[in-house]
Nanobody, 127 residues
Framework: QVQLVESGGGLVQAGGSLRLSCAASGGTFSRYVMGWFRQAPGKEREFVSAINWSGSITSYTDSVKGRFTISRDNAKNTVYLQMNSLKPEDTAVYYC????????????????????WGQGTQVTVSS
């Protein structure tokens, strides 16, 4: 069973930065596409970013392109989300997720395609 544990959330002013981490255990991390999703109050969970096995392919939702960067360290079984130039609309609970069913060349963006989820970490951006 794969376990995912997020960390790094917090309260930051608009324009600030945070780095989220997600540590994985119990599976073959290097063979999972890893994704970040977020859910704001009263809204559906939405795709933020994902990265393939080797880190050679990444995907971002349009609203975070140029501000967020996803990366992974397979030796540490950890995926990161560097978030810069944060905006109040980025406020949400951020979830890490693993997609073991995807090929190494395909990044999927729907939450139902991801089998394993972390507990989430709160990111609050004040104006």
């Amino acid at each position: 069973q794969v376990q995912l544990v997020e960390s790094g959330g917090g309260l930051v002013q608009a324009g600030g930065s945070l780095r989220l981490s997600c540590a994985a255990s119990g599976g073959t991390f290097s063979r999972y596409v890893m994704g970040w999703f977020r859910q704001a109050p009263g809204k559906e969970r939405e795709f933020v970013s994902a990265i393939n096995w080797s880190g050679s392919i990444t995907s971002y939702t349009d609203s975070v392109k140029g501000r967020f960067t996803i990366s992974r360290d397979n030796a540490k079984n950890t995926v990161y989300l560097q978030m810069n130039s944060l905006k109040p609309e980025d406020t949400a609970v951020y979830y890490c997720a693993a997609d073991p069913g995807s090929s190494g060349w395909l990044i999927r963006t729907h939450s139902y395609e991801y089998d394993y989820w972390g507990q989430g970490t709160q990111v609050t951006v004040s104006s």
